[in-house]
């Protein structure tokens, strides 16, 4: 799990405060807080499983007295049929928690079993798979985290975290008179020291113009294969070379053949498909 569980513990309260509001109606009328059941999260297809102690965690936090044994941990491979966790005590409490347990644990699934899709397509390869900024407002910290699980690797987590020059912000520099040169120069002299300079580039040419003015990384963004191959061969190890833009499963392998240090990918966690795990309750007489 992520290390911030201040943070973790934060996002827990939001989802419930979301989904209970003022109470689960449906429950509180037609279950006695006296009945005891158990329930089993069980796995319908094959993946990853991210987020087992974050809903876990959403269980307890519903019903403490709840008994929540965790079977499985976060990065193993599961498939259909397999028991993620065992729930004992309160039929209300396990109801109250298991939408927001689920949601949790299937989109991180998702998120987890998708990256390790994209890791296995370039095995063998010197090359990263890397996550973005592209992720659902307010839970980046547990879809970065889902990432890692997956094999991937994390890009920025936040604006402060490093210098990634766009196309909007060359747009409006280079309408003052600034050249890369100067671009690359001003990043360096105002940001916290420390701080690595990447430029985004559309061109082979614009990639041997941000090396040559001092970037630590070239983002070649929506350049076919050709050009990603080219454009390694010119930066000739001055700079890490990262491939973004247009990337899927059936040609991440292609790119990675072209050279390129890194590639990072929105759709890791911008429209993955949620793992497919749902909860199995057993009522006690």
């Not at 911030?4 to 939001?14: A, F, G, S, V």
């Not at 449906?26 to 990853?48: A, H, M």
């Not at 709840?66 to 990065?75: I, S």
């Amino acid at each position: 799990m992520p290390a911030n569980r201040d943070l973790i513990d934060e996002i827990i309260e939001r989802a419930l405060a979301e989904d209970l509001g003022g109470g689960d109606a449906t429950t509180d009328s037609l279950i006695s807080g006296e009945w005891c059941g158990v329930g089993r999260i069980v796995v319908k297809e094959q993946g990853i499983l991210a987020g087992v102690e974050l809903a876990g965690r959403v269980f307890r936090r519903v019903d403490p007295e709840l008994q929540v044994d965790l079977l499985l941990e976060d990065g193993t491979g599961v498939g259909p049929g397999d028991t993620v966790a065992g729930l004992a005590g309160s039929i209300a409490g396990i109801l109250k928690g298991e939408r927001v347990a689920l949601n949790f644990l299937q989109r991180l699934s998702g998120i987890a079993t998708e990256t390790s899709r994209y890791v296995e397509r370039v095995e063998g390869l010197p090359v990263r798979i890397m996550d973005t900024r592209k992720t659902t407002p307010g839970l980046r910290s547990l879809e970065k985290y889902a990432v890692r699980v997956g094999g991937g690797h994390n890009h920025r987590t936040s604006l402060s975290d490093g210098i990634l020059i766009k196309d909007n912000h060359l747009a409006a520099l280079r309408v003052r008179g600034l050249t890369m040169k100067d671009v690359v120069g001003r990043a360096r002299q105002n940001a916290p020291q420390g701080l690595t300079v990447e430029v985004e580039v559309t061109s082979v040419p614009e990639a041997v113009e941000a090396v040559e003015a001092g970037a630590d990384i070239v983002m070649l963004d929506n350049m076919n294969p050709v050009d990603m191959h080219d454009a390694v061969r010119a930066v000739h190890g001055r700079a890490l070379v990262e491939a973004s833009g247009g990337i899927n499963l059936e040609n991440v392998r292609g790119v990675a053949e072209t050279g390129v240090d890194m590639i990072s990918i929105g759709a890791l966690t911008h429209s993955v498909r949620a793992l497919d795990i749902s909860l199995e309750l057993e009522i006690r007489s």
